[in-house]
């Protein structure tokens, strides 16, 4: 079974599109999170949920909205999608947000290339 | 300034070396150290972790924290094809954000 998963795998679509990219994880953790991988292979937190609640929404565009249904579920809704929106998006979830050592389960990743 | 640094290389070394992965950091509230490693078009896994300074050691990896210097390290012995892929640092200071490095790609020859 997958811990964390992600879909689609691979998202391609033009520039002033709106998409979504959905995430789900069977490990029963409380705390989900998206991150952003450019080229590069720098990753960067976007946003975290912790029980369905918003605890990290570092500075991206507001054009990014995250919605979590569930604590099982984190989806990621981009709008009005630009050129430099093209990169991997990973979503992980993990146990403890705020205390101690955890870890953090990564999912396969979605791979956006907008046009 | 980034938070965290890290030589994104790419590092290419033979079969059975010992390799050095290597990150600096300018937050001192940082504690909590973590090494992984991503394969080409996967997740990240969790390979180490280690809290506040001192050394780790799990089969042929060794992670290393210096705190003083703000300055962390990951030891590979007896590299293995195997072993190909980018490592990536992270830290945290109380266990509620990660900051991570660019990452390092290793390749071992055969």
């Known amino acids: 079974d997958t811990a964390v998963s992600q879909t689609p795998k691979y998202l391609v679509t033009q520039m002033g599109n709106d998409k979504s990219i959905k995430c789900e994880q069977n490990l029963g953790h409380d705390t989900m999170y998206w991150y952003k991988q450019d080229s590069k292979k720098f990753l960067k937190i976007m946003f975290s949920y912790n029980n369905k609640e918003l605890i990290i929404n570092e500075t991206v565009p507001n054009r990014f909205s995250p919605k979590s249904p569930d604590k099982a579920h984190l989806n990621l809704h981009i709008n009005s999608l630009e050129l430099g929106d093209s990169a991997v998006y990973f979503c992980?979830?993990?146990?403890?947000?705020?205390?101690?050592?955890?870890?953090?389960?990564f999912g396969p990743g979605t791979r956006l290339t907008v046009t | 300034q980034k938070e965290v640094e890290q030589d994104p290389g790419p590092l290419s070394v033979p079969e059975g070396a010992i390799v050095s992965l290597n990150c600096t950091y300018s937050n001192s509230a940082f504690q909590y150290f973590m090494w992984y490693r991503q394969y080409s078009r996967k997740g990240p896994e969790l390979l180490m972790y280690?809290?506040?300074?001192g050394n780790k050691e799990d089969g042929r990896f060794t992670a290393q924290v210096d705190k003083s210097s703000k300055y962390i390290s990951l030891f590979i012995r007896d590299s293995q094809p195997s072993d190909s892929a980018t490592y990536l640092c992270?830290?945290?200071?109380?266990?509620?954000?990660?900051?991570f490095g660019t990452g390092t790609s290793l390749t071992v020859i055969p």
């Open positions: 992270a830290m945290s200071a109380e266990g509620n954000q990660f900051y």
């Open positions: 280690t809290y506040s300074s």
């Open positions: 992980a979830s993990s146990q403890y947000p705020f205390s101690g050592i955890y870890e953090q389960y």
